[in-house]
């Protein structure tokens, strides 16, 4: 727990003379109350009094005395007064209020779920003397943010080397384990995935157990949940909202790995309120999501497994009652041999020559039917048989995603009057129904589903008409036509007055498609036009004055944009990436919104100066741009930036304004080949967490400012070859964790860094400092 002490240690800054608030936040058995005991042991010297407040949920929720019992117990602890006097909740407040101001306390409020409990133990901050520290562990973020918890931090999970010691403690008495147990002992860190509750009670309930009980215990895992770890991480579930409760379902059987912006679709097409529910899950600490990765869904495995749990345990051995199908053989059981029922509401499957879709007609509450081809590799569409899809689908369905649909139409039983969304890649779809009003779909009759939410029809490479009746589809807000390679005409889209997102990839037009309305209200959010040919943006789209997203990436023919775009006041994100855009006007400044700007590979060679005056400009992209040979002296302007991106590009010189950016997270300068110095205040920059100077080769020297950097965790200064030396005190940097030395002329390393155990240091000379050699 050494690193993640350190970072709460420097958070909570005891030597300042302010009243602080922290909150530790992480899913059930992650180690937040372990953490909180070690800091608070760790610390408590420095305080006049000390308080540890064990299961506040629990207690608070146990009797209706339950927050009473624990405002005595606050008291008690910090100032000997037991509170028996006091009568109501309303009165402990009053009384905690008045009598803890006059001592400097450590107060530990441990597994937190409701604000209530923090209004009654730790209202205002003026409750305490200056130099007193708060800490809260919870799952719920929404509860820190809620009583304005500005300090907040996640639990990390185990490392499989901290795994391994932890597992080795409990089961073996030692740091590593036995070694004709060593597989075995992997194998169970693996299925932990880090979480130190599973680790434990693996470890206790594995000690002094024999090779064939280690065996079947394993073999168990496979099929039969930790019950200690679900009952712990159910908690969490049974505090939700009872939709909040479908949506986690929902993600954990079906939409785990998702895209978020996919799952949302999904989800919204089924009648939820998808991106507060997916908010509401992140903030309990049962998703994560994945920006470094498509912003996937990501979900511990345990907390997966106890979302399936929840689906199968009032009929473990009956899928027909089961409300979500995901698992292909059980699938496969249940509609071969026709025993579908109203119980089942998703199922995701995938086409195998043993599948006998007929089964689904009697799912009549189905709302949700993914079916995917791609994973098994001999797919034919001789494994569906048309008179078997000419009746499968329910008229429940809301969401319909077939990927590779087999037969030329949809089944004429199906009315569709309740389909939201429908997603039919790499379809042989010809027409929608084969005895209605609908021609070649290079005919697609959108009349015939009023409800229609969301249409993708990505890889139709044959569709070439789509048909929308007057004042029809009102309802449509996401249509993605992506590689319609035969549409002849986009102008049907002018008439979806409801439309606000919209996705046409590879379009082989020079000019800009006709899409756009004669008026000024159209409600378009989203606007992605990706590797088309188009050579210019037609003047109107400043009719899309709500836009809020335009992509444009790949398009090379493009070279400006008319002065209309800057009308487009409320666009938050711009992407030009690979495009032929060479300048952006002074008007770029009048997007007052702007948060994120991607000029990515363009051939732009100067930024206008108004580009300072973006407020809320958070991430600017100019990797690759290698006709840019300066940035703006006011930069700094930049209130709101976070990340820069500078890398490949001809810049000679940064201005030193950037130092008085306060927000920057993010500095990166790889491949900055003429660029031979850095600002000497780069110390100011006191959020920065990653520098990255890989092939400055002409770069001398790190400024000595750089060692007052208290978060910064990575510098990377890979083939800088002029670098000999490093600041002596860059040891001081405790969030270091990563230092990239590789090819350069650095031939010894601060002592100081020898106390960072922490630290990753990649490539380093010969004559390495003594101290060093043992970690590294």
Known sequence: MEHMMLDLQSSLEIRIKDVRMIGIKGMGGSGKTTLARAISDKLSPHFEAKSFIENVREVSK???????????????????????????????????????????????????DHISQLEAL????????????????????????????????DVDLLSD????????????????????????SLEVVRYAAGLPLTIKVLGSNLCGKDETEWTDALERLRTIPLKETLKILQLSYESLEDDHKEIFLDVAC??????????????????????????????????????????????????????????????????SKHSRLWVQEEIED?????????????????????????????MKKLRCLIIDYRFYNNYSADYVKIDEVLECFPNSLRYLYWCGYPHTCLPETFRANNLVALKIHNSKIEKLWEARKVTKLRTCDLGLMPNLERLHLTECVDLAEVRVPVGGLKTLVDLNMSNCKSMKSLSFIKQLESLEVLEILKLEHREFPDIIPHHSNSGLLQLKIVDSDIEEVATSIGNFRKLVYLNLNGSKHLKSLPISFYSL????????????????????????????????????????????????????????????????????????LEVLDLSWCKIRDIPSS??????????????????DKLPEYLGQLESLEELVLKRCYDIREIPSSICTLKHLKILDLEFCHELKNLPEELGDIESLRELNVRWTNIRRLPHKISLLKDLNIVGFGEEVDVGLNSRL
């Open 62 to 112: 146990a009797s209706l005395s339950g927050l009473l019992l624990l405002q005595r117990q606050v008291l008690s602890d910090l100032i000997m007064d037991q509170g028996n006097y006091i009568g109501s909740v309303h009165d402990g407040k009053n009384v905690m209020k008045i009598r803890l101001r006059g001592k400097k306390v450590l107060l530990v409020l441990d597994d937190v």
């Open 122 to 153: 730790a209202g205002e901050s003026n409750w305490f003397k200056p130099g007193s520290r708060i800490i809260i562990t919870t799952r719920d973020e929404q509860v820190l943010i809620a009583h304005r918890v500005s300090l907040i931090r």
């Open 161 to 184: 080397e901290e795994a391994i010691r932890l597992f080795s403690r409990h089961t073996f008495g030692k740091d590593i384990p036995t070694k004709k147990f060593e597989r075995q």
């Open 254 to 319: 079906l939409l785990k790995d998702w895209n978020k912006d996919n799952a949302v679709r999904v989800l919204e097409s089924c009648g939820f309120h998808a991106i507060n529910g997916l908010r509401v899950l992140q903030q309990k600490s049962l998703i994560t999501i994945d920006y470094e990765n498509w912003n996937r869904i990501r979900m511990h495995h345990h907390i997966e497994e106890m979302g399936k749990y929840i689906v199968r345990y009032p009929h473990p051995d009956d899928p």
């Open 334 to 362: 249940v509609l071969a041999n026709d025993l579908g029922t109203e119980a089942t509401r998703c199922i995701g499957l995938k086409i195998t020559p043993e599948i006998v879709l007929g089964g689904l007609r009697n």
């Open 569 to 640: 006041q409320h666009l938050r994100t711009l992407t030009l990436q690979h495009s032929g855009i060479e300048e952006l006007l002074e008007g770029l400044g009048q997007l007052e919104y702007l948060d994120m700007l991607d000029l990515r590979y363009t051939n732009i060679k100067q930024l206008p100066d108004s580009i300072c005056t973006l407020k809320n400009l958070k991430t600017l992209l100019l990797h690759g741009c290698k006709l840019l040979e300066k940035c703006p002296q006011d930069l700094c302007q930049l209130e709101s």
């Open 658 to 675: 950037i130092c008085r950016s306060k927000h920057l997270k993010t500095l990166l300068l790889k491949g900055c080949d003429v660029l």
